[in-house]
């Protein structure tokens, strides 16, 4: 049996995710130092106090030639606020990445669902693997923004009914649907976000088309905006060479 629930807040609707920084050790000389071990031994060190920007070429050759293992020398670590169905797209990405979630077995669970904003495009054209999307109509966006937050309401009601029965939250959050935001810790190196970037998110310079959902993407957006101040020359040499993760 379940620890009595606390009185809950009324449910609320958001079309925003947040993304941050709260950990790092990452720089441009992380990939020199690595780098230069191959032909230098232990003095590649001595990267570590150099300014990097007199080494830029060896890390556009590097991400060029796509010698990847010198991009995975550093750590950063995200917390990230987002509907549970963007969590299920992260887990796809395991190589170089650790999750921690918060857990509705051992919490009770906030009642903060995802409802598309008005910039969101809601209607797909074409068939599975050629398609678009395009804007909706006001009578689509009503009709989404109504059903989503009349369904969120009952299935809150269901859990927090169940959770007064004394029913275990771990079998009551089954009737939460994936609208609903959580948040985890996410860890990786520049390498596997790069990949990540390449995969999530849509861009000029990429040279092979990505098609992400918008949700996650606005994540990556904005874990590629931190990560591009502490390597700027990783990320400018990412760019040059077409967002392809090396």
């Not at 071990?37 to 570590?48: H, N, P, R």
């Not at 670590?77 to 969590?87: K, M, Q």
């Not at 909706?136 to 966006?141: E, F, K, L, P």
């Not at 905006?225 to 993760?245: F, S, V």
Request: aromatic share 10%; hydrophobic share 35%; with cysteine.
């Amino acid at each position: 049996m379940s620890d009595t629930p606390t009185e809950s807040a009324a449910p609320s609707f958001r079309s925003d995710v947040t993304v941050e920084l709260v950990k790092h050790s990452a720089a441009d000389s992380d990939v020199l130092f690595a780098a230069r071990v191959s032909t230098a031994g232990e003095q590649s060190l001595e990267e570590i106090t150099k300014d990097p920007e007199r080494s830029k070429g060896l890390i556009n050759f590097l991400m060029r030639d796509r010698h990847g293992s010198p991009f995975e020398h550093n750590s950063m670590t995200f917390f990230i606020s987002a509907p549970i169905f963007v969590f299920r797209e992260f887990m796809r990405h395991r190589a170089g990445w650790s999750y921690n979630e918060e857990s509705g077995r051992y919490r009770e669970l906030q009642p903060v669902f995802y409802v598309p904003g008005e910039s969101r495009k809601l209607v797909q054209e074409g068939r599975p693997g050629k398609y678009v999307f395009v804007e909706g109509t006001r009578a689509q966006h009503e009709l989404t923004g109504r059903v989503m937050e009349d369904s969120y309401r009952a299935s809150y009601e269901a859990y927090q009914e169940m959770l007064a029965a004394g029913v275990a939250r771990e079998v009551a959050r089954t009737v939460l649907p994936v609208g609903l935001y959580s948040s985890m810790y996410a860890t990786c190196n520049a390498r596997s976000l790069m990949h990540f970037l390449g995969l999530r998110t849509q861009h000029e310079a990429a040279t092979v088309p990505s098609f992400p959902q918008r949700e996650i993407e606005m994540v990556g957006e904005q874990m590629e905006e931190a990560w591009a101040k502490l390597m700027p020359l990783t990320h400018a040499a990412y760019n040059k060479n077409g967002r392809i993760a090396p």
